[in-house]
């Protein structure tokens, strides 16, 4: 069974440049999450969705961050503009329900580099 | 709202030694724990969690953890490491009802040979 996959693996942008992460799910799993992970810190929730519908974004910076999960599998986070302090890695994770109960399961991330 | 505190940040031993990595939770309400690993430049993978029952839980790789609620602790272990046992592990709690779960800051264990 194939995990989560993201891509790119690996960007570098200039500061105030668009940037989009792609993530495809494990196939059947209905929730779907976008972390981001700051050097030697734990992932934080960005945003969680339940199918395609955006159930808890209250973490998510609405005023350069957004995201969106077409047809409830896939999904895209964007950052525009970008800026220095979004260097980060961005995980996705999915699982078949809310987390807790069902396991999580985690992409290789995308590690963004801001110049 | 829940969080987690992980004691240290770094954690060396040596090969074939015992390990402990320390976690402590915070919470008015019944939670739900889980141990995280990540491998250098992977993703994170459960190596275990504890939602009822037995406070001994057992998971991949060799490592249990124990849930003790009166200390609010769910430290991890490991009786014997081995070099691929370097890696960063992170400590993690959830609601029950799940749509509420934080990651600890994260430990880097470092096996030494």
């Known amino acids: 069974e194939a995990g989560v996959v993201q891509s790119p693996r690996y960007k570098i942008i200039e500061k105030k440049q668009p940037v989009a992460f792609w993530c495809n799910p494990i196939?059947?799993?209905?929730?779907l999450y976008w972390y981001l992970q700051n050097l030697g810190q734990g992932p934080e929730l960005l945003i969680r969705y339940e199918n395609e519908e955006a159930v808890d974004d209250s973490q998510l910076p609405k005023d350069r961050f957004s995201a969106e999960r077409l047809k409830g599998v896939d999904s895209t986070l964007k950052i525009q503009p970008a800026e220095l302090g979004d260097s980060a890695v961005y995980l996705c994770?999915?699982?078949?329900?809310?987390?807790?109960?069902?396991?999580?399961?985690f992409g290789p991330g995308t590690r963004l580099l801001v110049l | 709202a829940q969080s987690v505190t992980q004691l240290d940040s770094q954690v060396p031993v040596f090969e074939e030694a015992p390990v402990e990595l320390r976690c402590n939770y915070s919470?008015?309400?019944?939670?739900?724990l889980f141990w995280y690993v990540q491998y250098p430049n992977q993703g994170l993978q459960l190596l275990l969690k504890?939602?009822?029952?037995?406070?001994l839980v057992k998971g991949i790789n060799g490592f249990e953890a124990e849930f003790n609620k009166s200390q609010t602790s769910f430290h991890l272990r490991k009786p014997s490491v081995h070099i691929s046992d370097t890696a960063e592990y992170f400590c993690a709690v959830s609601s029950l009802t799940g749509n509420q779960f934080y990651f600890g800051t994260g430990t880097s264990l470092t096996v030494i040979p």
């Open positions: 919470s008015s309400v019944s939670v739900y």
């Open positions: 504890y939602l009822s029952g037995s406070t």
């Open positions: 196939s059947g799993h209905n929730t």
């Open positions: 994770a999915s699982s078949l329900g809310l987390a807790g109960v069902e396991t999580q399961y």
